[in-house]
């Protein structure tokens, strides 16, 4: 992803003191006043910068990068791409109460995987912290950006093992918000690193509830009986075109601004105040981000490598087929994407909460 200085393909930055005065123009008769000053602002004040894809290093970063097996090697020689990173997990020994694996993957464009992804229990309760980061910067700015939000957040979360729902989503965004300063902190300290960012889509999984928060274009999908019941709603000025009736959701797949963030962790300008959604109490809801979970459902955390690069009824598709086997699943959505171009790096983390006569109830969960 591109900072936002501008509408990739079709400004040139050296005539940039014409265009805007254009540019101003022509978007006051398209869209509006309100929304020309919308994205005009938005172009004056820069963005959070440019995305890649997620690989995790070994070592002692807590983003993962698990060796590939046999399966997922075959993949990756299927779609002519020698490198492909995943992790699995279960929960609740032989009768587990949910599965889940994750899968990243450079793409066939990008020279460097700036995704990274996180999928751990937090020690002492039956509970799964998964996290997908999408680096944006160049000069290593991306990578290095997602890294220190990734080891922010999973070991803020960590520390988890006794607190509510309620609690478990302040921590959340406490991680969010801790991460956010430190990626500002160290990129005013290093050379080349000034604007570095990533997105952030996270959920805390519990035997009945999930709660979610994220900032940028990263989203969370939430299936039950294969059919999309959710989605989380991207940070992006084509999200603010969709709001305002101005582009369809089919337009925007498409749109030139389809790239542009209106928030994310890090990023520039440097006063930027990162925006987490949903809060805890929004509007006339009551804990939008606490959804309720049934033995069968599917929850989906990805990149917008997947997301921008198949269409939503092949994404259902997959679902449809893989879903109750979430390894199998990842393998697939990453293969799906490279197939349909792999212009961005991808990563999938798949949940499934597995049928079964008896589920464990968290007590803390409770109320």
Same mark, same amino acid.
């Given at each position: 992803m591109e900072p936002l200085r501008g509408i990739e393909g079709l400004v040139d930055n050296d005539r940039l003191p014409d265009l805007k005065t254009v540019l101003r123009l022509l978007l006051g008769l398209v869209v509006g006043g309100a929304a020309a000053w919308f994205l005009l602002s938005l172009w004056r004040s820069g963005s959070p910068g440019e995305?890649? /894809? /997620?690989?995790?290093?070994?070592?002692?970063?807590?983003?993962?990068?698990?060796?590939?097996?046999?399966?997922?090697? /075959?993949?990756?020689?299927?779609?002519?791409i020698d490198e492909s990173s995943r992790k699995t997990l279960s929960m609740g020994g032989?009768?587990?109460?949910?599965?889940?694996?994750?899968?990243?993957?450079?793409?066939?464009?990008? !020279?460097?995987? =700036?995704?990274?992804?996180?999928? =751990?229990?937090?020690?002492?309760?039956?509970?799964?912290?998964?996290?997908?980061? !999408?680096?944006?910067?160049?000069?290593?700015?991306g990578s290095v950006a997602a890294e220190v939000a990734a080891n922010t957040i999973a070991e803020i979360m960590k520390r988890s093992e006794k607190l509510d729902p309620e609690g478990l989503y302040e921590r959340l965004a406490e991680s969010f918000e801790r991460a956010d300063?430190?990626?500002?902190?160290?990129?005013?300290k290093e050379t080349g690193l000034g604007g570095m960012g990533t997105t952030g889509v996270a959920a805390v999984v519990l035997p009945d509830v999930l709660i979610h928060l994220h900032t940028g274009d990263s989203r969370?999908?939430?299936?039950?009986?294969?059919?999309?019941?959710?989605?989380?709603?991207?940070? /992006?000025?084509?999200?603010?075109?969709?709001?305002?009736?101005?582009?369809?959701?089919?337009?925007? *797949?498409?749109?030139?601004?389809?790239?542009?963030?209106?928030?994310?962790?890090?990023?520039?300008?440097?006063?930027?105040?990162?925006?987490?959604?949903? *809060?805890?109490?929004?509007?006339? =809801?009551?804990?939008?981000?606490?959804?309720?979970?049934?033995?069968?459902?599917?929850?989906?955390?990805?990149?917008?490598?997947l997301s921008s690069e198949i269409e939503p009824e092949t994404l259902d598709e997959v679902v449809r087929k893989h879903g109750k086997k979430p390894?199998?699943?990842?393998?697939?959505?990453?293969?799906?994407?490279?197939?349909?171009?792999?212009? !961005?790096?991808?990563?999938v983390i798949a949940l499934y909460v597995c049928r079964s006569e008896r589920r464990p109830r968290d007590p803390s969960s409770a109320g």
């Open positions: 995305r890649g /894809s /997620s690989r995790s290093e070994e070592g002692e970063s807590t983003a993962e990068r698990p060796p590939a097996d046999e399966d997922q090697a /075959s993949i990756a020689e299927e779609a002519g032989a009768t587990p109460w949910l599965e889940a694996a994750a899968c990243t993957h450079r793409g066939k464009v990008r !020279d460097e995987n =700036q995704d990274r992804f996180v999928l =751990q229990e937090i020690p002492g309760r039956k509970a799964v912290v998964a996290l997908v980061n !999408d680096g944006m910067g160049g000069h290593m700015g300063l430190a990626i500002r902190h160290r990129a005013s969370l999908y939430h299936y039950r009986d294969g059919q999309e019941i959710y989605r989380t709603k991207d940070h /992006s000025v084509v999200r603010y075109l969709q709001e305002e009736g101005l582009v369809s959701e089919a337009e925007a *797949r498409n749109h030139p601004m389809r790239s542009r963030l209106t928030s994310s962790l890090g990023g520039s300008p440097p006063e930027r105040k990162v925006t987490v959604e949903p *809060r805890w109490k929004q509007g006339a =809801q009551e804990q939008p981000a606490v959804r309720d979970l049934r033995p069968g459902d599917v929850v989906l955390l990805c990149s917008d490598g390894a199998q699943f990842v393998r697939e959505a990453v293969k799906t994407a490279l197939d349909a171009g792999g212009r !961005d790096n991808v990563t």
